[in-house]
Structure formats: structure tokens, C-alpha cells
């Protein structure tokens, strides 16, 4: 089956580092998406990776390995407004988006 | 500014009541999606949509119905059949199905049965 794995719940402290896993088991593979979504609100569109290696966009950078189906959302320099759920999804051969449930961060000062 | 609107924001329905959530957009999006999202749990897909007058039903598509008359609307009505509705559903919208620039979600509606 399908499958997508990342932890529920994870704190770090206010301009620290920190690096949010997800592991994934898809028929086929066209990409891993990351989104940020802040409680009660629309989930943002963040990342995408289809190939091997690390893509940085700012504070956020994100990884992927495909022979591992494993990759990483990293936040550097943390502020309280990052404070929300990180969701992973894999688009499958059919292009369709399997969702991991989400990992809460919490930011303490 | 483009983007998508969900409304209403809350709705709280009867038991035994059809509730038909609004998702418009006018980002000239082809494919539009609707989600729904219980807590600790992925989103799962209800249905979603290619192009207009055409729709395929998602994983949980049972107790749904959805239209896709015009292209900026994608309305979805929560049917009696559908036996645990309460749930917060997004909507989402994209250029296309194979599209590697990501969804765009609405701000989402919390149903409540009561």
C-alpha cells in the first residue's frame, strides 16, 4: 500500500535548527511536496523535490533521497511565527497526493 | 489577487441535512480538488475535478457529491449519507493534475453535525 511517515509533534527553541523527516512508499513517484499549515488555516505550498539532493529557499531547505523514499524539511533560524504543522505529501504514477498526517512544531522562546 | 474562497467558514448541520460547501476560484486553474481533514490523519481526497462537467471520486468519495459546472467553481454538498461528517474540508485548486508547482488551497470550512 501507500504509505507516508512523519512524526507528530516535535519542539525546538527560538532561533535554533530543526529537521522535520517524512518517509514515503508510493506506486510510482512523481515528486514530494512539502506545505506549511497554520492551525485552522490553508496549508502554503513550501517545496518540491523530484530529484536527488537538497533545494534551500531561504530559512527552509528540503531534501529528498529516492532509492531511501525518505526526505527532510530543514528550518533554520527559528521564529515563533514557524510554529505550525508541516504536512509531506508524494504524488504517486497516477499523480495523485498521498498525505502524511502532519508534524506540529512548536517554537519555544 | 487570485486565490480560492471557501464559504461559509463554520457550518454546523442537523442530522439527516444535505450542506452544500462553496469553494470558488480565479486563478484560471484547471483541476480543483476537495479534501477532507480529521485530526491525525492525512488529508484524504473526497473528489476532484480535471475540467469542467467531468469529476472522479477520490478515496472517501462515498456520502459526496460534487459539480463542476463552470471552471472557477467547485461546489461540494455533504449528503445524509455521509455518516461521520464533521471534519474540516479544503478545497484546492492546481493548473493540472500532473502539476509540480503545488495546490492552492482555500482557507477551508469546519463542519459541525448537531
Known amino acids: 500500500g501507500q504509505n507516508i511517515d512523519q512524526p507528530t509533534e516535535m519542539t525546538a527553541t527560538e532561533g535554533a535548527i530543526v529537521q522535520i523527516n517524512c518517509t514515503y512508499q508510493t506506486s510510482g513517484f512523481n515528486g514530494l511536496f512539502w506545505y506549511q499549515q497554520h492551525a485552522g488555516e490553508a496549508p502554503t505550498f513550501l517545496s518540491y523535490?523530484?530529484l536527488d539532493g537538497l533545494e534551500e529557499k531561504g530559512r527552509f531547505s528540503s531534501f529528498l533521497s529516492r532509492s531511501k523514499g525518505y526526505s527532510y524539511l530543514l528550518l533554520k533560524e527559528l521564529q515563533m511565527k514557524d510554529s505550525a504543522s508541516y504536512l509531506c505529501?508524494?504524488?504517486?504514477?497516477?499523480?495523485?497526493?498521498?498525505w502524511g498526517a502532519g508534524t506540529k512544531l512548536i517554537i519555544k522562546p | 489577487d487570485g486565490g480560492i474562497t471557501q464559504s461559509p467558514k463554520y457550518l454546523f448541520r442537523k442530522e439527516g441535512q444535505n450542506v452544500t460547501l462553496s469553494c470558488e476560484q480565479n486563478l484560471n486553474h484547471d483541476a480543483m480538488y476537495w479534501y477532507r481533514q480529521d485530526p491525525g490523519q492525512g488529508l484524504r481526497l473526497i473528489y476532484y475535478?480535471?475540467?469542467?462537467?467531468?469529476?472522479q471520486k477520490g478515496d472517501i468519495a462515498e456520502g459526496y457529491s460534487v459539480s463542476r459546472e463552470k471552471k472557477e467553481s467547485f461546489p461540494l454538498t455533504v449528503t445524509s449519507a455521509q455518516k461521520n461528517p464533521t471534519a474540516f474540508y479544503l478545497c484546492?485548486?492546481?493548473?493540472?493534475?500532473?502539476?509540480?508547482?503545488?495546490?492552492?488551497f482555500g482557507s477551508g470550512t469546519r463542519l459541525t453535525v448537531v
Open positions: 475535478s480535471q475540467i469542467v462537467n467531468d469529476f
Open positions: 505529501a508524494a504524488m504517486d504514477s497516477n499523480y495523485q497526493l498521498i
Open positions: 523535490n523530484v
Open positions: 484546492a485548486s492546481s493548473t493540472g493534475l500532473d502539476s509540480l508547482y503545488g495546490y492552492t
